[in-house]
């Protein structure tokens, strides 16, 4: 099982939802990412190389960027947003791809 650690900037990140969109993405995380996460899914893919961080995973509409350091067992989400069509919002500002 890996321990899962989030930055300050997603603390303010989830203050931009509503709290059953916080709920929905706290729950995902902690299915999606306690197990395996730096295993390529349908939800979950490595990014290239010069992107925020190394992976990212879908949860419907919200995007999470999180990096695994996998010898200490450590999941470090440093990033939630969402997509509107092809434009993802970071930080509630619109991110360029």
Known sequence: MYEIIYTLEVEGDLNLFRRFEQRLILDGIDEMLLYEPDVETKNRK????????????????????????????????????????????????EYDL
């Open 46 to 93: 490595r990014l290239r190389p010069d992107s925020i961080t190394e992976w990212e995973l879908r949860l419907g509409k919200f995007r999470v960027f999180y990096d695994v350091h996998a010898p200490a067992r450590i999941v470090k989400v440093e990033a939630i947003g969402y997509k509107r069509g092809s434009r993802l919002f970071l930080h509630g500002e």
